[in-house]
């Protein structure tokens, strides 16, 4: 198992650009998540998703956009970049809700 | 949320020295982990712990749910303990992450 795997791993956007930041996982986990990563912070929840089809805001929504259309892939969308988007993103996943959380290794984004 | 403390903020150690950290919460949680943020950035699982007491090599953690509070014991610390270890208590949907301790274990 690769476990859960993010793309790219560093991206450097300009202010009003998009992208899409890839997440994967092949444990056949329902539930994702989408976290970021500010400097000396911890992490905190963007978006989640139960299930292939349903998706739901966490903590800091405002600038970006999920789908769900199949039990492994879980993209996150950051549509018109601004510099308060510059962070760290994890993906995540589990098999139930309450049990441990495995993480990939995170997508480095810098906005300027 | 769920308010998620952690303490020390930062500690620095002698190679070989022994430490305990951290975590206080706000409410009654689900389950609790213990992350170890290394230098590159990698969140590395340590122990999922909602209550009890768990003992993986030098590291254990024990959670006291009704008391709202987890420590994690690090012994003999080598350099390469160093990074950022977080825990994070789950709310109703999503894990809520304290601040983390910042460790430095020097040779």
């Known amino acids: 198992n690769a476990g859960v795997t993010q793309t790219p791993k560093f991206r450097i956007l300009k202010i009003g650009q998009s992208m899409t930041l890839q997440c994967t996982q092949d444990?056949?986990?329902?539930?994702m998540y989408w976290y970021r990563q500010d400097p000396g912070m911890g992490l905190k929840l963007i978006y989640y998703?139960?299930?292939?089809?349903?998706?739901d805001k966490g903590e800091v929504p405002n600038g970006y956009n999920v789908s769900r259309s199949t039990t492994e892939d879980f993209p996150l969308r950051l549509e018109l970049a601004a510099p308060s988007q510059t962070s760290v993103y994890f993906c995540a996943s589990t098999a139930f809700l309450g049990y441990e959380q495995y993480f990939g290794p995170g997508t480095r984004l810098t906005v300027t | 949320g769920i308010q998620v403390e952690q303490s020390p903020p930062d500690l620095i150690l002698q190679e070989g020295a022994n430490s305990t950290l951290r975590c206080n919460f706000s409410d009654s949680v689900n389950n609790l982990q213990w992350f170890h943020q290394n230098p590159w950035g990698q969140l590395i699982n340590l122990f999922y712990i909602p209550s009890g007491t768990k003992q993986n090599g030098r590291l254990s953690a024990t959670t006291v749910a009704t008391e709202r509070y987890s420590l994690l014991y690090i012994s003999s610390s080598q350099t390469t303990d160093s990074g950022v270890y977080f825990c994070a208590v789950r709310g109703a949907n999503n894990l809520f992450f304290g601040t983390g301790t910042r460790l430095t274990v020097i040779p």
């Open positions: 444990m056949n986990h329902n539930y």
């Open positions: 998703s139960v299930g292939a089809g349903i998706t």
